[in-house]
């Protein structure tokens, strides 16, 4: 009997297992840049809030514009479905950790209201901020097209794991270049973490790709799907379709590795993996301005059949300026995230985003979060 054809596995990584190794060029990080553009819109910090209700609300979307980054607001969360929706944040907030699935559930079940779309891109707006919104597939049709007219800025089309070909019993589901036909801003589609999918999407003629399926503090998919790539091979794929599209078409089309980043850290690594921006759930949520008050859920909780995700306490670091820009009061690289980029971009000898995805030469290293800090981790007395 001869031996059976198995399937290889190949080895992938995530941010704890590798490191970023030192240029031969320093550079002064007061000489740095940090802006990221997408079809003419630039940000000064390559950021994204998360399209989560713990996270974007349509007052602190104008924090996130004034410090240079770009929040998205859930159009299918309670900021679209209830008239107050501070009220039901509160609700959320306070009920007990054995219930608050139950009440996800049932909070996420009222109605999307249409008038309300338009209301809340129309406050970001008369706050003077840049205004992002994420829809579902299934929803964009008719939600982005009333966004986009009351005057927002970017559409994010956004599921848990997103192709250019998706099948259903759907006699016409979403095509992208039908929806870039329909509305005039850039379109950010996610998210996935291969290559194939990633140049497919992009070759429907969007504008942003984001990477990641998992990876977010709140969410459960890997545990209950079992589905899920580490974020750095997932950039690295991602970013190597980037690339190859730029060289065919001549089009460049911006990733952004969006969950599982923590620290400055976990976000240098994500930049040097090929990010062109990041977006950032739970460091967010830690912000004192932050709707969820120190807690964060994803936004696939109220599933009916599969709820996939939990309420997680995340605690509050500090302002966002802190946790964005510092002064840090905190030893742990969870506050001044811009900061340590512009270190770290220094350290390699890159001083814009682009240039760093160049000069960068990541090295798989299991130790780097433990080697010699015994003292710290509390290994020794």
């Avoid at 996270?55 to 996130?64: G, R, Y």
């Avoid at 942003?208 to 459960?220: I, N």
Wanted: net charge negative; charged share 20%.
């Amino acid at each position: 009997m001869g031996i059976p054809k198995l399937k290889e596995l190949r080895r992938s990584y995530g941010f704890d297992e590798v490191a970023i190794v030192p240029g031969s060029v320093t550079i002064n990080p007061g000489m740095i840049s940090t802006q990221f553009s997408i079809d003419g819109i630039t940000l000064s910090a390559p950021v994204f809030g998360a399209a989560m209700d713990a996270v974007a609300s349509p007052k602190f979307a104008s924090t996130v514009d004034e410090l240079g980054g770009m929040a998205v607001i859930n159009m299918e969360g309670v900021q679209t479905r209830y008239d107050d929706p501070d009220e039901i944040l509160a609700e959320i907030v306070a009920t007990p950790q054995d219930r608050v699935t139950e009440l996800l559930q049932k909070v996420y079940s009222a109605p999307i209201q249409d008038d309300l779309v338009g209301k809340r891109v129309e406050e970001i707006r008369n706050n003077g901020a840049k205004c992002a919104v994420s829809v579902t597939p299934a929803s964009t049709k008719r939600l982005a097209p009333i966004a986009a007219e009351a005057g927002a800025d970017v559409i994010v089309v956004q599921s848990t794991v997103t192709t250019a070909r998706h099948v259903s019993h759907s006699a016409r589901g979403l095509r992208f270049p039908e929806l870039l036909e329909m509305v005039t801003v850039p379109v950010i589609v996610g998210n996935c973490v291969s290559y194939d999918v990633a140049l497919e999407l992009m070759q429907t003629g969007i504008h942003g790709v984001l990477v990641g399926v998992g990876p977010g503090a709140a969410c459960t998919t890997r545990d209950v799907t079992g589905v899920g790539v580490p974020q750095v091979t997932a950039t690295l794929d991602c970013s190597a379709a980037r690339d190859e599209y730029q060289r065919e078409s001549g089009r460049y089309v911006p990733i952004i590795t969006d969950g599982g980043i923590r620290t400055g850290g976990d976000l240098c690594k994500a930049f040097a993996s090929g990010a062109d921006a990041v977006m950032l759930g739970t460091p967010l949520a830690q912000a004192e301005e932050a709707p969820g008050a120190g807690h964060n859920w994803g936004m696939a909780n109220p599933h009916p059949d599969l709820p996939r995700g939990t309420r997680v306490n995340v605690g509050v670091k500090g302002s966002l300026r802190q946790i964005l820009f510092g002064p840090t009061s905190k030893t742990d690289g969870t506050q001044n995230l811009i900061g340590a980029l512009r270190i770290c971009m220094g350290m390699i000898g890159a001083t814009t985003i682009k240039d760093m995805h160049e000069v960068a030469e990541l090295i798989v290293a299991p130790a780097i979060k433990t080697e010699g800090k015994h003292y710290q981790l509390g290994m020794l007395n």
